[in-house]
């Protein structure tokens, strides 16, 4: 598995601590583009020297494999990294630079190489760095409209349909950052008394374009699933694209698929 799929389930903002030519302390901030893509920033930190050097990277599929392009200190110039194994990148142009990423369920390291004295390769600066929070969205300035369309997070609005919905969906969910799991079939449940009546699909089908739009427009990805046909899903996604939820999509599931199944067909969309 790429890094690129693993560092997809994990954003947010992370520190910690690196070595290098001085020892520093690291912030990375891991970011979701609508385009499958994924955003970098990365700030290593001197309490004697303040920043010592910051960069700004892009992650994603590019020319069959995957790519990072990488700027830094505010440079207009780029250098451009291709994936080897998992997680190795080597630079594409005349530099010598190599960048290793690698990730753990709780710490991420970033490492980069470039030649020694005798040309040879080495590794020069590492940081390992531990999440602290998701990101966070900002709120509307006071008297703002409301956005016409609620632009949900990566991998946005998700509807799960088939065997192992419910499993999949918590697995899926413990390895986002904040994800919001919502279960159609609850809210016929939560209508009690001695004069209640089966589910209506009507009233649940209303109740689940309300409470997803809730959550996405507080910028919570979602991820639905519960024991509807699958007509009722496809329903569910054309009146959530209605009313300005996206992107929303269907995932079916198949005998035996797992969360990382569904990940690669997230992130490959």
């Given at each position: 598995?790429?890094?690129?799929?693993?560092?997809?389930?994990?954003?947010?903002?992370?520190?910690?601590?690196?070595?290098?030519?001085?020892?520093?302390?690291a912030?990375?901030?891991?970011?979701?583009?609508?385009d499958?893509?994924?955003?970098?920033?990365?700030?290593?930190?001197?309490?004697?020297?303040?920043?010592?050097?910051?960069?700004?990277a892009?992650?994603?599929?590019?020319?069959?494999?995957?790519s990072?392009?990488?700027?830094?200190?505010?440079?207009?110039?780029?250098?451009?990294?291709?994936?080897?194994?998992?997680?190795?990148?080597?630079?594409?142009?005349?530099?010598r630079?190599?960048?290793?990423?690698?990730?753990?369920?709780?710490?991420?390291?970033?490492?980069?190489?470039?030649?020694?004295?005798?040309?040879?390769?080495?590794?020069?600066?590492?940081?390992?760095?531990?999440?602290?929070?998701?990101?966070?969205?900002?709120?509307?300035?006071?008297?703002?409209?409301?956005?016409?369309?609620?632009?949900?997070?990566?991998?946005?609005?998700?509807?799960?349909?088939?065997?192992?919905a419910?499993?999949?969906a918590?697995?899926?969910?413990?390895?986002?950052?904040?994800?919001?799991?919502?279960?159609?079939?609850?809210?016929?449940?939560?209508?009690?008394?001695?004069?209640?009546?089966?589910?209506?699909?009507?009233?649940?089908?209303?109740?689940?374009?309300?409470?997803?739009?809730?959550?996405?427009?507080?910028?919570?990805?979602v991820?639905v699933?519960?024991?509807?046909?699958?007509?009722?899903?496809?329903?569910?996604?054309?009146?959530?694209?209605?009313a300005?939820?996206?992107?929303?999509?269907l995932?079916?599931?198949?005998?035996?698929?797992?969360?990382?199944?569904?990940?690669?067909?997230?992130?490959?969309?």
């Open positions: 598995m790429s890094v690129l799929d693993r560092l997809a389930m994990a954003t947010g903002v992370y520190w910690g601590e690196g070595t290098g030519p001085q020892d520093f302390v912030r990375v901030v891991i970011g979701a583009d609508d499958g893509s994924l955003t970098l920033e990365y700030e290593a930190w001197s309490a004697v020297h303040g920043l010592l050097h910051v960069e700004a892009r992650l994603g599929e590019a020319d069959g494999g995957v990072l392009v990488s700027t830094s200190d505010g440079s207009e110039d780029t250098m451009v990294f291709r994936e080897g194994e998992p997680g190795v990148f080597g630079s594409t142009g005349p530099e630079v190599g960048l290793v990423i690698t990730c753990q369920d709780d710490a991420l390291t970033f490492a980069w190489w470039w030649p020694d004295d005798g040309g040879g390769l080495q590794e020069r600066s590492r940081a390992t760095v531990h999440p602290m929070r998701p990101n966070l969205a900002a709120p509307r300035l006071p008297g703002a409209p409301a956005a016409p369309r609620a632009q949900v997070p990566w991998p946005g609005v998700v509807l799960l349909c088939g065997p192992g419910g499993v999949v918590q697995r899926l969910a413990q390895r986002l950052a904040h994800v919001a799991v919502v279960r159609t079939d609850l809210f016929d449940k939560a209508v009690v008394g001695t004069a209640s009546a089966p589910g209506d699909p009507a009233l649940r089908h209303s109740i689940a374009v309300a409470v997803v739009r809730g959550y996405a427009g507080a910028g919570h990805p991820i699933h519960g024991s509807m046909p699958r007509a009722d899903h496809e329903l569910l996604v054309s009146d959530l694209a209605a300005g939820v996206a992107p929303v999509q995932v079916d599931l198949g005998e035996g698929q797992d969360y990382d199944d569904v990940a690669r067909t997230l992130i490959g969309q």
